[in-house]
Structure formats: structure tokens, C-alpha cells
């Protein structure tokens, strides 16, 4: 069975613009981002990762490359870990995004929405889900685990997914920035260890180190 460590970039500055990044490039850690990205790597310092897969924006990367670095590993770049295409929504400010009459829909019921010249979210799940399935298929040696850095709608569509839940209600799920989501999957099936977690935390709380 393999451990998914289910990575969200951390914190950046374009979110306070108010605005939806989407796939803009350029967007990079800010101060409290590169902190989390630094503490996910020292929380799982000691964690026997096998491989780490990150999207190709910056701030993913950026988020990976402690963790990498602590455990001498090259960073895989997977461009279908990119976040959602939001097409001609990138870029554009929430609020005024919010008083479109589409905002219901993707808020009530996603799985009928595509982004104007971008994806659906079943086409996101799909994208996904692929990539994830193509890791536990490589990577499938008891006790196997992966990190993957990408993006919070992704992560939560994934969990979404494995926990066989409907994708109209992915949005209940967490997924803060720096934080980790843990998913232990095989052939029997999938489960859901931890959701939403930042550091630190017990990794393996069953083999606490003892005082």
C-alpha cells in the first residue's frame, strides 16, 4: 500500500490581491510561505520518502524543494499536478466573480461547471487522479511513501475521489496553505489517515519516539 503525502503549497502574496492565480506564472512563496514550506521539511525530515512530484509552478516547487533537500531527492516536475485551468477567469477579482450568477454553480454544484476556456472539475478530478494512480502504480512497495506538492482544489478533489464522495461536495473538504493530507492507497482500496494538517504533527503517532 502506498502513503500519499498530499502536499499544498505554501502562503503567497497573490491571494491578497483579492484575485484567482490560476496558472499565472511567477507567483512565489512570500515570507510565511517559505516558513511553512521549511517546517513541512523539517516535520518530515525524518520520514523514509521515497520520491517527491510537484507542480510545475513556482510556488509548489518552491514548497518541494526543503523536503527534497532533506532527503537528497530530485524533484519531479509533473505538469498535470497543475492547479485548475481557469481559463478566462484568471486573474480576476473574487468579488466581482462572486456576483456572477455561475458562482452558485460552482459552489452548489461544481460538477456541472467548466471554466470559460479552461476545464470542468471532473476534468481536473480526472487529470488528477491519473497522476496519482501512475505514482502508486510506480511506486508500490509496502510502506512506499510519496510526497506530492500541488494546489488546494486539486488535493481536495483527490481525496475526494479515493474516499469515493461526491465531487458537488469536494469544496466541504480543508486544505490550508502548507498543510498536508495523507492518503494510504493499494488495491484493496483507500483510506484517509490525515486531512488538512499542518505542522508539526505526530507522523506516526502508534511509533512516538519515547521521552
Same mark, same amino acid.
Given at each position: 500500500?502506498?502513503?500519499?503525502?498530499? *502536499?499544498?503549497?505554501?502562503?503567497?502574496?497573490?491571494?491578497?490581491?483579492?484575485?484567482?492565480? &490560476?496558472?499565472?506564472?511567477?507567483?512565489?512563496?512570500?515570507? #510565511?510561505?517559505?516558513?511553512?514550506?521549511?517546517?513541512?521539511?523539517?516535520?518530515?525530515?525524518?520520514?523514509?520518502?521515497?520520491?517527491?512530484? =510537484? =507542480?510545475?509552478?513556482?510556488?509548489?516547487?518552491?514548497?518541494?524543494s526543503p523536503i527534497a533537500e532533506s532527503h537528497?531527492?530530485?524533484?519531479?516536475?509533473?505538469?498535470?499536478?497543475?492547479?485548475?485551468?481557469?481559463? #478566462?477567469?484568471?486573474?480576476?477579482?473574487?468579488?466581482?466573480?462572486?456576483?456572477?450568477?455561475?458562482?452558485? *454553480?460552482?459552489?452548489?454544484?461544481? =460538477?456541472?461547471?467548466? %471554466?470559460?476556456? &479552461?476545464?470542468? %472539475?471532473?476534468?481536473c478530478q480526472l487529470r488528477i487522479v491519473n497522476?496519482?494512480?501512475?505514482?502508486?502504480?510506480?511506486?508500490?512497495?509496502?510502506?512506499d511513501i510519496v510526497a506530492v506538492v500541488f494546489?488546494?482544489?486539486? *488535493?481536495?478533489?483527490?481525496?475526494?475521489?479515493?474516499?469515493?464522495?461526491?465531487?458537488?461536495?469536494?469544496?466541504?473538504?480543508?486544505?490550508?496553505?502548507?498543510?498536508?493530507?495523507? *492518503?494510504?492507497?493499494?488495491?484493496?482500496?483507500? %483510506?484517509?489517515?490525515?486531512?488538512?494538517?499542518?505542522?508539526?504533527?505526530?507522523?506516526?503517532?502508534?511509533?512516538?519516539?519515547? #521521552?
Amino acid at each position: 500500500m502506498t502513503l500519499l503525502l498530499l *502536499i499544498r503549497h505554501g502562503e503567497n502574496d497573490y491571494v491578497k490581491t483579492g484575485k484567482m492565480a &490560476g496558472r499565472i506564472p511567477g507567483v512565489h512563496l512570500n515570507e #510565511k510561505g517559505q516558513k511553512q514550506a521549511q517546517a513541512l521539511g523539517d516535520a518530515l525530515k525524518d520520514v523514509p520518502i521515497k520520491a517527491i512530484y =510537484s =507542480s510545475p509552478l513556482e510556488r509548489a516547487m518552491e514548497t518541494a524543494s526543503p523536503i527534497a533537500e532533506s532527503h537528497k531527492l530530485t524533484i519531479m516536475q509533473e505538469p498535470d499536478l497543475m492547479d485548475t485551468n481557469i481559463g #478566462k477567469w484568471q486573474g480576476k477579482s473574487w468579488k466581482l466573480l462572486a456576483l456572477r450568477k455561475e458562482w452558485k *454553480i460552482v459552489q452548489n454544484a461544481p =460538477s456541472r461547471f467548466r %471554466f470559460p476556456d &479552461g476545464e470542468s %472539475f471532473p476534468e481536473c478530478q480526472l487529470r488528477i487522479v491519473n497522476v496519482l494512480e501512475r505514482v502508486i502504480q510506480k511506486h508500490n512497495k509496502p510502506q512506499d511513501i510519496v510526497a506530492v506538492v500541488f494546489h488546494a482544489d486539486p *488535493i481536495k478533489l483527490a481525496v475526494a475521489h479515493f474516499l469515493g464522495m461526491s465531487l458537488d461536495h469536494f469544496q466541504r473538504l480543508g486544505c490550508d496553505t502548507g498543510s498536508l493530507t495523507m *492518503i494510504a492507497a493499494g488495491e484493496s482500496g483507500a %483510506f484517509l489517515p490525515k486531512l488538512n494538517q499542518r505542522p508539526p504533527f505526530d507522523f506516526f503517532p502508534g511509533n512516538q519516539k519515547k #521521552k
